[in-house]
């Protein structure tokens, strides 16, 4: 084994090892625990941001799969 020390989860109150590729918050660029990986349960500062990304990714994928009649 090498020395290193496992990545600890960043939330204060929390001492689990951090994950290694689900773990890291890709919008404020942390590591987390399984447990605080989610934006919400972390309380991300860019929590704004990541659901405005997501509302725009949802709003486009409806609209491109709008069903619209073909006119006579």
Same mark, same amino acid.
């Given at each position: ?16 090892r +951090?994950?290694?590729i689900?773990?890291? %918050?890709?919008?404020?660029?942390? &590591? ?7 934006? !919400?349960?972390? +309380? ?5 941001? %990541?659901?405005?990304?997501?509302? &725009? ?7 491109? !799969? ?7």
């Amino acid at each position: 084994m090498s020395g290193k020390t496992a990545t600890r989860c960043t939330m204060t109150s929390c001492s689990n090892r +951090a994950i290694r590729i689900v773990g890291e %918050c890709r919008y404020c660029e942390h &590591k987390f625990c399984g447990q605080h990986r989610i934006p !919400e349960t972390h +309380a991300c500062p860019n929590l704004v941001t %990541c659901k405005q990304n997501s509302f &725009k990714i949802y709003a486009d994928r409806l609209l491109s !799969e709008k069903c619209v009649a073909s006119k006579v």
